[in-house]
């Protein structure tokens, strides 16, 4: 038996070095000293996780078509415009956010004024509800359990009978927020191919050498961080700024709706270290979006804008919306001892 395994490996062996043309499959003690090649998977895998690697993930979200698309859009708008690198990079800004995340984003308050309409409704029902649940649970018998889980069941299909009929379900008001960031992304990752010397333009020059000059004040090369860190902060303060607003329009908010702040808090402030780690022309184009997104979310709390966009009148809505925020704002954080 020992006989016929041991020619069994040799016909093994053969066979496995005719395929690998040859080759031992164990290295020798003689070769040891030198690193044996990484086959193709092994290459590929490392190159994938490896930073900046050929085939690594950002990589290839660098040369993928959305990104692509986003910068013709720069290159449009500077070419379009003729301004400095600096004010394209401004117009487009406040270009894309005027054309898109401000249609939805009165788009998502509008939805979200409807669903806050349907509140009263909603407890007349689960009051009714419950009281009904409660009296089949008498007579059949029901433990708390199946009675829970029955009123929770009715409850949810009814409240979404209540959110076809109004069309309002409160998912379309996220819709916001998968087309806004996605674009960040997208239009954060072309300025970073235009900032290292990705891209050139039809007439051979590249990018890089026109953001190099485009700047301003204390940035005039766009491809260098903002040692000052003028930008950066900025950044920061404004996104914080967009999250008090939000925080001081809301009263009574639950405990998951105050973690959610938090957590948002937290990533304003850490936006600030990131964005001095990132060429100036990425920063500006960040605090550009931010302040639009602080200058959005005032216009919407305007009583005549919001008659404009069609946006139902609620409870929560206020005749001096400016003041009360300002009021808000100042017992919170000036006034307080």
């Not at 808000?328 to 006034?335: D, G, L």
Request: proline share 6%.
């Amino acid at each position: 038996m020992l006989c016929r395994m041991g020619g069994r490996w040799q016909r093994l062996l053969s066979t496995l070095q005719l395929r690998t043309g040859g080759l031992p499959l164990m290295p020798s003690l003689r070769s040891s000293a030198e690193p044996p090649a990484l086959p193709v998977w092994a290459v590929a895998s490392v190159s994938a996780v490896a930073p900046g690697g050929a085939g690594g993930w950002f990589e290839a979200l660098a040369a993928s078509a959305p990104v692509r698309a986003a910068e013709e859009v720069l290159l449009g708008a500077h070419a379009a415009s003729g301004l400095p690198w600096w004010g394209s990079i401004l117009l487009t800004t406040v270009a894309l956010r005027g054309a898109v995340t401000l249609p939805l984003a009165a788009y998502q308050h509008y939805i979200l004024a409807k669903v806050e309409n349907l509140q009263p409704e909603i407890k007349n029902i689960a009051r009714h509800l419950n009281h009904e649940v409660a009296v089949y649970a008498s007579q059949l018998g029901w433990s708390k359990r199946i009675t829970r889980l029955t009123y929770l069941k009715n409850m949810r299909r009814l409240v979404s009978e209540l959110y076809v009929r109004d069309n309002c379900h409160p998912f379309k008001a996220t819709l916001l927020v998968w087309i806004q960031f996605p674009m960040w992304i997208f239009i954060s990752v072309a300025l970073r191919n235009f900032s290292t010397g990705a891209v050139h333009t039809e007439a051979g020059f590249s990018v890089q050498e026109q953001l190099a000059t485009g700047g301003i004040l204390w940035f005039p090369d766009l491809t260098l961080l903002d040692s000052t860190w003028i930008l950066p902060v900025s950044v920061g303060v404004t996104n914080l700024l967009i999250v008090e607003i939000f925080a001081l329009q809301k009263i009574g908010m639950s405990r998951f709706q105050k973690y959610v702040t938090y957590f948002v808090r937290a990533v304003s402030i850490l936006m600030i270290p990131i964005a001095a780690t990132v060429p100036s022309s990425i920063v500006l184009y960040w605090l550009c979006s931010s302040f639009m997104g602080l200058s959005q979310n005032l216009l919407l709390r305007s009583p005549r804008f919001r008659r404009l966009c069609q946006i139902p009148l609620t409870k929560s809505d206020s005749d001096t919306p400016y003041k009360d925020l300002f009021a808000a704002f100042y017992a919170k954080f000036i006034s307080r001892k």
